[in-house]
């Protein structure tokens, strides 16, 4: 873990780890990486979102608020409400169960997708990123949500490629699982971001997946593929 000491020592205010402390999130991510557990996958899903509206929440507390007075049947009453709602975007497909949770705190939020894939059989992974949809993203909030932070190869190359749409004023970026070397990539890699992760496992393996992890991620959402 030493990778993950040097990235958070240089970045501890943009690095957060949701399930570093006991809370009723840390039950969600153990159920998702439960072998026996995995075997339902409508609960895999929801336990995504679930994860998703979790950290939706605490981001939130990242954001820009207006005063605004909200008659009641009673009283006038002061309370705080979004400046503007953050842009959502994932990786097709693992993210999208993770993008719902996100989607269900900020109902009001626009999309964006973008398909993201390993190119393997090398001894060298590469990533192809072929598909993209977004919003103007000049000014605004972006949130870029992935399940599993592994090398953080698919993850830089998505936001680079989504800025072709504009320039965010604020990056959030969020995965479920990440790695120590995810973690010091992305932070490298996109300094402006502020990452959100529920958990840092061990390291990554020599297919560059996540150990302990929990598998795949959009297989076990989903189904298998060919």
Sequence with gaps: METLKSAS????????IVCAEPSIANHFLAELRDVDV???????????????????????SQL??????????LADSSSKQLRDFPVLATVLRAGLPFHQGFLNYFDQSPSAFAAAYRI???????????YLSAPNLDER???LADPM???GKSLVQTYRAMLRFGQPRQVHI???????????????EIPEATLWVAAVDDHLNEQAYIVPGLGDAGDLSYGSKL
Excluded: C, W
């Design 9 to 16: 020592a240089s970045s501890s205010d943009r690095v957060h």
């Design 120 to 130: 393997e059989g090398t001894s060298q992974v590469r990533v192809q990123v072929d």
């Design 141 to 143: 909030v972006l949130i």
């Design 38 to 60: 995995q075997r339902d996958s409508l609960r895999f899903r929801r336990n995504l979102q679930r994860l998703g509206e979790i950290m939706a929440y605490r981001i939130s």
């Design 149 to 151: 932070l592994a090398s």
């Design 174 to 188: 969020a995965a479920v699982i990440a790695s120590p070397e995810g973690v010091e990539y992305v932070t490298r």
């Design 64 to 73: 820009s608020y207006t005063d605004r007075v909200v008659k009641t049947p």
